[in-house]
Structures are given as C-alpha cells and as structure tokens.
C-alpha cells in the first residue's frame, strides 16, 4: 500500500475554508490528516505538509525552524496531540525542518502586515486568496528576487453554486434587498443603510402615513464589537428606517429566505 501524505493543518475548523480543506482530506484515502487551532510543533514534526491559514502568529512562530536543519528549543503549553482539548507543559527540543511548510495569506492579516516578521527562506509555499491581496504582500516583500524557492499560486475563495437555487431576476421590479454577511464593522453596513435611504426618497408622492416598499433584510450574527449593533440601530432610528430595514441573526434556510429577495448587496470595504 502506498504511504499516506501526512497533513497537519493549523487553524480554527469552523472557519468555512479551513472546514472545506479539511473535509477534503479526511475523505481522500490518499491523505492522513490532524488539526489545530495553532501551531503545534509535535504535529509540524510527524507531517509531510503542515499548512497553516492566515499569515500571523502561527506562521511566525512556524517559519523560525532553521534553514538548515538545526533544532530549536520550544517551550510553552500546547494542545496535547492526542486530545486536542488538553493543554499540556512542553519544554524540548523541536525540530519541523522536513515538513513541508505552507501558508495561505488570507486578507485581513496582510492589511495589517505581520508578513514582515515570517522567516521566507523557510517557507516552501504561499497561497493567496486574490491578486490584489497578494501584490500588497509583493510590494513590500519582492518574493521573486529575494525568495526565488518560494512557489506562489493564486487559489481564489469559491462558492459552490450546487448549494444554491438560482433563477432569472434581471426584470425583476421587486424592492426586497438581501444584505447576508457576518455583521462586523468591514461589512460596511452603514453605506448599506445609506443606500436603502435614497431608495426611499425616490418612492415620491407618498403620504405622510405610507411608508416606502423598498426593504433591506441584514442577515447575519453580530460580531463582538459591542458598539456597532447599537450604532446600526440608532442610524436606522434617525433616519427614519425602522419600517424599511429588518433585522435577522439567522434564517433557517438561505435558499429559502432568498426566494422573496429581488437583490443582494454587498457594501463591504474590503
């Protein structure tokens, strides 16, 4: 039987991509596959590939191990490897130099550039999210010529279509407007209310006790900024939105909820 690739993979698996990439190689007979929500040089040790998301602490601390080959000596707790919710005391030598490293750059990581304190010559491979992020990172850090070993590819955010229900509204005349995001503050949320206020003022003619059709429907959990739940609801007081825009933490199903939506937005920054 052919050896199994091990893969460690290093990040929380709620996230939805770091979920599908684990999905993907737990169900491929090919691969041999353990997480964590960090780095953890136990499992950087067993794995062929260790491959971490996002391009901050864990791919700092990661990218430390010496180019060539000598060991470092790691001290601190981390996730036992056999039972991911046990802490356990390390003090010993480590030594990940044979495994693959690879980091996939997601955005706001590069927006705040942490990429300047990762050890690239011991990096053997760097994804990116979109061409845009990455010129960010190459702007600065000119990869080419100062990393030539280090393999780049672009592997886009996707959205698998099949989950999804599609049907012609392009003559539409519809005024429900779907907003579905996790709601924090790079969402842009109040360009959104913004928008659903000039869509009212456009509805002329109407009498002091009708209220515009146009509707914004903002779907999604609150992040913990704690301030901006009660910014969005006070805008939508003072100017005069509490009929036109609703409010949702979750839906039971998006196909379903999308079904009334004649238009979806997108207002984010990013």
Same mark, same amino acid.
């Given at each position: 039987?052919?050896?199994?690739?091990?893969?460690?993979?290093?990040?929380?698996?709620?996230?939805?991509?770091?979920?599908?990439?684990?999905?993907?190689?737990?169900?491929?007979?090919?691969?041999?596959?353990?997480?964590?929500?960090?780095?953890?040089?136990?499992?950087?040790?067993?794995?062929?590939?260790?491959?971490?998301?996002?391009?901050?602490?864990?791919?700092?601390?990661?990218?430390?191990?010496?180019?060539?080959?000598?060991?470092?000596?790691?001290?601190?707790?981390?996730?036992?490897?056999?039972?991911?919710?046990?802490?356990?005391?390390?003090?010993?030598?480590?030594?990940?130099?044979?495994?693959?490293?690879?980091?996939?750059?997601?955005?706001?990581?590069? &927006?705040?550039?942490?990429?300047?304190?990762?050890?690239? $010559?011991?990096?053997?491979?760097?994804? +990116? =999210?979109?061409?845009? /992020?990455?010129?960010?990172?190459?702007?600065?850090?000119?990869?080419?010529?100062?990393?030539?070993?280090?393999?780049?590819?672009?592997?886009?955010?996707?959205?698998?279509?099949?989950?999804?229900?599609?049907?012609?509204?392009?003559?539409?005349?519809?005024?429900?407007?779907?907003?579905?995001?996790?709601?924090?503050?790079?969402?842009?949320?109040?360009?959104?209310?913004?928008?659903?206020?000039?869509?009212?003022?456009?509805?002329?003619?109407?009498?002091?006790?009708?209220?515009?059709? &146009?509707?914004?429907?903002?779907?999604?959990?609150?992040? $913990?900024?704690?301030?901006?739940?009660? +910014? =969005?609801?006070?805008? /939508?007081?003072?100017?005069?939105?509490?009929?036109?825009?609703?409010?949702?933490?979750?839906?039971?199903?998006?196909?379903?909820?999308?079904?009334?939506?004649?238009?979806?937005?997108?207002?984010?920054?990013?």
């Amino acid at each position: 039987m052919k050896k199994k690739i091990k893969i460690f993979l290093a990040d929380q698996p709620v996230h939805k991509t770091t979920g599908i990439l684990k999905e993907h190689w737990e169900t491929d007979d090919r691969f041999e596959l353990i997480c964590d929500p960090y780095f953890n040089p136990f499992k950087a040790e067993w794995a062929d590939i260790t491959w971490i998301e996002w391009c901050e602490g864990s791919m700092i601390h990661a990218s430390e191990r010496k180019s060539d080959g000598s060991q470092l000596w790691v001290k601190g707790m981390f996730n036992d490897f056999n039972d991911p919710g046990h802490k356990i005391p390390v003090d010993f030598i480590g030594d990940w130099y044979n495994t693959k490293l690879i980091n996939r750059a997601i955005d706001i990581d590069v &927006w705040y550039p942490q990429f300047h304190q990762v050890e690239w $010559n011991n990096v053997d491979g760097l994804t +990116y =999210i979109a061409k845009h /992020i990455f010129e960010l990172m190459n702007e600065k850090m000119d990869f080419s010529t100062h990393y030539p070993k280090l393999k780049m590819k672009h592997i886009p955010l996707s959205i698998d279509t099949n989950k999804f229900n599609f049907r012609d509204r392009t003559k539409t005349h519809g005024k429900n407007i779907a907003f579905v995001n996790h709601l924090w503050g790079g969402k842009g949320i109040p360009l959104a209310l913004q928008i659903i206020k000039k869509l009212t003022e456009q509805d002329c003619g109407l009498t002091e006790n009708q209220n515009s059709n &146009w509707k914004l429907y903002i779907v999604g959990d609150w992040c $913990n900024e704690m301030w901006l739940q009660g +910014y =969005i609801r006070h805008m /939508i007081s003072e100017m005069n939105l509490d009929n036109n825009v609703i409010i949702q933490n979750r839906v039971p199903d998006v196909n379903v909820f999308l079904e009334d939506m004649d238009y979806s937005l997108s207002t984010s920054y990013k």
